[in-house]
């Protein structure tokens, strides 16, 4: 491999980097510690050393997993990005080397579940959004995704990612010269997002009906490219978008990489260890985790860390009009303060008034989403409404991201219930 390439991989960017370059330390440390246990010695920190550098060595194989993916599915359409599963890239890279490469676009388009699109295209997006419509624009699409209808659903994707990413980039990402490319990012990596954004601008000098593998932007929102109404294009589609949100996250706290950069000069294999050994038990505990359904009535009881209590909390504070509490239970993925998310709730709220409510079930269904059927009383401008709704929560650490299982974290109830209740949206 020549060193121009080398260059250009995922795992030479710094924060990789640093790890990579003290895995020969660490092969050494673990060569040392077992040489000593066969000489018959013997200590709990001896065995505690050994224990963590065979870990680190287990999971190291995982810092070129974001390269082969990319070298295996980027010309696909496919790419690596900060939010897609480890476990998905590594199977469809397993089966890609095997030759099995059908196989291996299935295990990648099954992670495009429902609600998989919703939190990591729609709902991490809004911290971003400056209109509110574009979540229901998003809303709308991914509604359109899973009725199949990819007619619709294709070009209102790209439309959205369009827009987003200029609220963010200041430029349509599409343009020409537009760049992608973040410090210290998978997905902001040249063989990422940059990488995709070319092949989806492709020109398109006619009009065809040629089957397309690929969403390619300016032929079809120009209507020209109408081979697109299938299910990977669609997805690949939803990939630019989740890539997109990525990227917007990377992008706001690239300055703080590169100071971080600046300072560190190398890690120490205490702090590699730790590292190695948290995000091993996020993994184990994301693996482990089985969805499970809790019915009602829920009483005074409820733990305070589960999404239940917060559900409870929530409507019971919009029923009481304690819009200041409420927003206290509020996703807030904007980071606005409280009294400005009460506000907000106030105004959603100002033709609709919840009067009575009853959580008949929870269910979780991964570490950090819950959905719930709840009965719900109100009354509108124009009548009395009642049914049962549905009612989503999602687990957040303090600065509105996904909280992973060995993070702090708090449940919070989405908002939209209350323009559910108003429009009479009940569950069919």
């Known amino acids: 491999m020549s060193d121009k390439k080398k260059d250009a991989d995922i795992v030479d960017n710094p924060s990789t980097k640093r790890i990579v370059d003290v ?13 000593l246990k066969k000489l018959g010695v013997t200590s709990d920190n001896l065995d505690r050393i050994h224990q963590a550098s065979d870990s680190v060595l287990q999971q190291s194989d995982i810092l070129t997993l974001p390269d082969r993916f990319n070298n295996a599915f980027a010309q696909q359409g496919w790419i690596a990005t900060g939010s897609m599963s480890m476990d998905t890239m590594q199977k469809a890279v397993e089966l890609d080397e095997s030759g099995k490469s059908q196989q291996a676009e299935d295990e990648i388009l099954a992670w495009f579940q429902e609600d998989t699109i919703n939190q990591f295209a729609i709902e991490r997006a809004k911290r971003f959004n400056k209109a509110e419509n574009r979540w229901h624009q998003l809303r709308e699409a991914l509604q359109l995704t899973f009725e199949e209808r990819y007619w619709s659903a294709v070009p209102l994707i790209l439309i959205a990612c369009d827009g987003f ?29 940059p990488s995709l954004i070319k092949q989806l601008t492709k020109g398109v000098r006619k009009s065809s009906d040629k089957q397309l593998t690929l969403p390619l932007r300016h032929g079809i929102l120009h209507g020209q490219s109408l081979g697109y109404a299938n299910r990977a294009v669609c997805m690949k589609a939803w990939l630019l978008m989740i890539a997109l949100v990525d990227w917007a996250y990377d992008k706001a706290s690239e300055e703080d990489r590169i100071r971080e950069q600046q300072s560190q000069a190398n890690v120490s294999f205490r702090e590699l260890a730790k590292s190695f050994r948290k995000n091993k038990a996020n993994k184990y505990a994301i693996e482990a985790f089985e969805p499970r359904e809790n019915l009602g009535p829920f009483d005074d009881s409820l733990d305070e860390d589960s999404p239940e209590f917060a559900m409870v909390q929530f409507l019971d504070c919009w029923k009481d009009q304690n819009y200041g509490k409420m927003a206290e239970r509020a996703v807030n993925l904007t980071q606005r303060s409280i009294k400005e998310m009460a506000g907000q709730l106030r105004r959603d709220a100002e033709f609709v008034k919840l009067t009575n409510f009853e959580v008949r079930s929870v269910r979780q269904n991964a570490v950090a989403q819950a959905s719930a059927v709840v009965f719900l009383k109100g009354t509108t401008l124009n009548s009395d409404v009642e049914g049962e709704f549905r009612v989503v929560a999602f687990r957040h650490t303090v600065d509105g991201d996904i909280a992973m299982p060995m993070e702090p974290g708090k449940w919070f109830v989405q908002q939209a219930c209350i323009l559910n209740l108003m429009h009479g949206r009940t569950i069919e």
């Open 23 to 35: 895995l020969p330390l660490i092969k050494t440390v673990k060569s040392l510690t077992g040489f």
């Open 165 to 193: 990413a200029s609220d963010v980039l200041g430029t349509s990402p599409f343009e020409k010269d537009a760049d992608l490319t973040v410090f210290d990012s998978i997905t902001g990596h040249p063989n990422s997002l």
